[in-house]
């Protein structure tokens, strides 16, 4: 039986989750571009009326499910993924006015984007479980053979042409999102991050 995670892996891991849905929320309430998986997320909102942040979390569950024929197995911190950043998200977009002015909208996505990043290295340095959306990454690496990167690069620009034609939020945040957080994670990850050199190549992370 494996040895439960000490008290301060869960709460790293929580506060992780928690900042985690405030910058996407923060980048959301931007209105200047998110994420790929968040202009999915947007584009089906646009379409159904549901709030963001729970479809983040139904998107999320719905990935975790894809886990099951790529033989991937989910930890804790895969779980309180899937049920806490979305709602984090929703919450943060229902408590916080969405600002009008550009010279407010962009500071707000920079700040989303720097907190994302902190929030990744402080998720992943509990080692309790990879997010979701990485999983599906490294379980189509292991059973296709193809580079991690290849296979992020072919999921993630197809759900953002999908949230695109749903109408979902993109603009310029999403290509500085596209090109800036790996490096923004690359650069926090090892300085939040216990596990060093436990990655696999090519394997840029986010908690999602």
């Known amino acids: 039986m494996s040895k439960p995670p000490s008290?301060?892996?869960?709460?790293?891991?929580l506060l992780g989750l928690v900042l985690y849905g405030v910058a996407e929320g923060l980048m959301v309430l931007a209105h200047v571009g998110v994420g790929p998986w968040t202009v999915f997320a947007t584009g089906l909102a646009a379409q159904t009326g549901v709030g963001v942040g729970?479809?983040?979390n139904l998107i999320g569950i719905a990935v975790l499910l894809l886990w099951i024929p790529l033989r991937q197995r989910p930890g804790p911190g895969t779980l309180l993924n899937v049920l806490l950043v979305g709602t984090v998200i929703e919450a943060t977009v229902d408590?916080?006015?969405?600002?009008?002015?550009?010279l407010v909208r962009a500071p707000l996505f920079a700040v989303g984007l720097l907190l994302l990043a902190v929030a990744s290295g402080v998720y992943l340095g509990s080692g309790l479980g990879p997010g979701p959306r990485d999983g599906l990454m490294t379980g189509l690496h292991a059973r296709t053979g193809r580079p991690i990167?290849?296979?992020r690069g072919a999921v993630e620009v197809s759900v953002l042409l999908v949230g695109a034609l749903l109408g979902g939020d993109v603009g310029v945040g999403t290509v500085v999102f596209a090109f800036g957080i790996g490096p923004l994670v690359g650069f926090v990850?090892?300085?939040?991050d216990g596990s060093r050199g436990t990655r696999a190549p090519g394997a840029t992370v986010?908690?999602?």
């Not at 008290?7 to 891991?13: E, M, N």
């Not at 408590?95 to 550009?102: A, G, N, Y």
Request: hydrophobic letters at 50%.
């Open 149 to 151: 990167w290849q296979c």
């Open 54 to 56: 729970w479809l983040a």
């Open 206 to 208: 986010t908690a999602r």
């Open 95 to 102: 408590l916080l006015p969405s600002p009008e002015h550009l």
């Open 189 to 192: 990850l090892p300085r939040l």
């Open 7 to 13: 008290a301060s892996r869960v709460a790293r891991l």
